[in-house]
């Protein structure tokens, strides 16, 4: 939550728009309560039957936050943030500028949290890894602008030696 703010006030996102990310950032997974605790704490791949159903957490989410309609303004955030920016990615198959901004957003800094934080598939990895890998993916998976935000907010490599 704390990082996907950080690139939106960087991308000078209005107070509304914060406001909605915010909500979106802390609520984004809350569809994981419906997926097997044995899924989500597996320790090795999951297979195409568990990784099918890890998939519909966006929807079970956006079915939890549906009749509360103080949330209705977040729900494309929730929804989309598993989209990819060249339309492979998952529930619909968006692309581009089809996929909510603040998704988009979302998507850079739940992909980083995800990389850097120790999970009970793998450790965490070393933040220039990270970044190597977001980096990477920039006009793939991720909006490029906010691969840009990432990098000038969160990742400055030190000047070489002369």
Known sequence: TKLALKLADHLNLN???????????LLHDIGKLGISSAILNKSGKLDDEE??????????????????EEYSAIIPIVSQHHER?????????????????????LAVADVFDALISDRPYRDGMPLERVMKIIQEESGRQFDPVVVEALVNT???????AA
């Open 51 to 68: 990784y099918h159903a890890m998939k519909t957490h966006p929807q079970i989410s956006v079915r939890i936050l549906e009749p509360i």
């Open 85 to 105: 920016f060249d339309g492979k990615g998952y529930p619909a198959g968006l692309s581009g500028n089809s996929i909510h901004f603040g998704a988009r957003i």
């Open 15 to 25: 107070r509304k728009e914060l406001e909605d990310l915010h909500r979106a950032a």
């Open 154 to 160: 969160t990742y400055r490599k030190a000047p070489k």
